[in-house]
């Protein structure tokens, strides 16, 4: 089977389990008594807020749940539940290594301990997570990983020592998180279209969803150009890289001031969710953003020294590094789906329409566009997309060739339209 590889941030927690990767990030949205958790929750925050919780990884504990929110007791139970989700979505490993922030407390790391126990699938490792992805990516003696969680960022400082690396100090950024970022951006797009169309996409929930469910195609597109358009509700704002490099400014005082001053051998990388802020580059011309699976190679490499069945769990915090930088050719093999005695399980989408604009497009329509130049199609492993020209982006990440769509994906191209996948029952 595998063992699953589970990276845990709540701005994106991510499953490999062979030749599957599930991302996930930590909202859980309430419907009826039950929960869901991910991208699909995250596309209702603005719609449904007092049914929206976001805190529960960053506050992960036994207290009770304020405010409520269905029949969970406390963060607890709705971690066991994402938990629950991943390992479905994931194919069901057996094992699982968990990679968790450094800023976890350690009665936070037993209570999540205790969580697993209680799940379908094994924990055989634990493991710092900043020193994983150092563990490929340091070659001299000191390097900062910043973390971008949802409701704080954490700068790690790590060291070379004893022939590897290992954590020096964690710093937490309060008010740095991606949703305050993501506020603050919101803010001056939501100006910027008063100012251009005296449209406010922030009067309406429905139209504030789709400003946030548009940014993350926005600033894929900033990365490449110096203004961008995007629409909301058919009003469109230009939108440029300058003026919302403001809104990081918290960020990187703050960032600046724990790091200090750096000296020519130090190193700073960033998971890949911040390369998408503005101005952040330009900041700090030192910093380079991990590589999407940095943390799959680097969990694979260590696989041997982190999985830990015959004995209690240890939070491993120091690693070898590794000589190189593990390329696409030089990581570890990734099992085959399928054994020759075991015949291959065709994957069935959930999805039946896709929602635009309020409107419900069956997928069944041959050639069904999203996009000028992209449009959904059907194979074997489920629904896909093809095309070329402009960037599209699923959950707020770019999309790549393969990718399997199902119920809860949203689809965002480069002008800021979005779509998301659902299922209409007869």
Known sequence: MGIGLLDINDSNLQLWHNDKRVQSPGYALLQGQQYLFGAAARSAARLQPRDINTRYWWQL??????????????TGDLVHAHLRQLHTEAQQPDEILLAVSGSMQHDQLALLLGIVQQCPFDAVGLVNRSVALGSVYSQGERMFHLEIQLHQSVLSELVARNNGIEPQRNVPLPGCGLLQLQERMVELIAAAFVRQTRFDPRRKAATEQQLYDALPAALQALKTSAETNMEVNGYQARISANELEVAGKRLFDSVRESMGVLSSDDQVIADPIAALLPGLLGEFPKLEIVEIDAMRSA??????????????????????????????????????????????????????????????????????KVAKDWEFFLDDQGWQLRGNGSALSVNGHPYHSGQILGVGDSVTTDDGTTAMLIEVKN
């Not at 504990?61 to 406390?74: K, N």
């Not at 120091?318 to 015949?343: F, G, M, Y």
Request: no cysteine; charged share 20%; net charge positive.
């Open 61 to 74: 504990g036994t207290d009770t749940l304020q405010p409520a929110l269905g029949p969970a007791r406390h």
């Open 299 to 368: 969990l694979q490499a260590h696989e041997k020294k982190l999985v830990q069945r015959e004995q209690a769990l240890n939070f491993v915090t120091h690693l070898p590094r590794l000589k190189e930088k593990l390329t696409a050719d030089e990581a570890p093999a990734v099992p085959p789906p399928t054994t020759i005695d075991s015949p291959p399980v065709k994957p069935v989408s959930r999805a039946t329409h896709i929602l635009q604009n309020h409107i419900a497009h069956s997928l069944t329509v041959p050639g069904l």
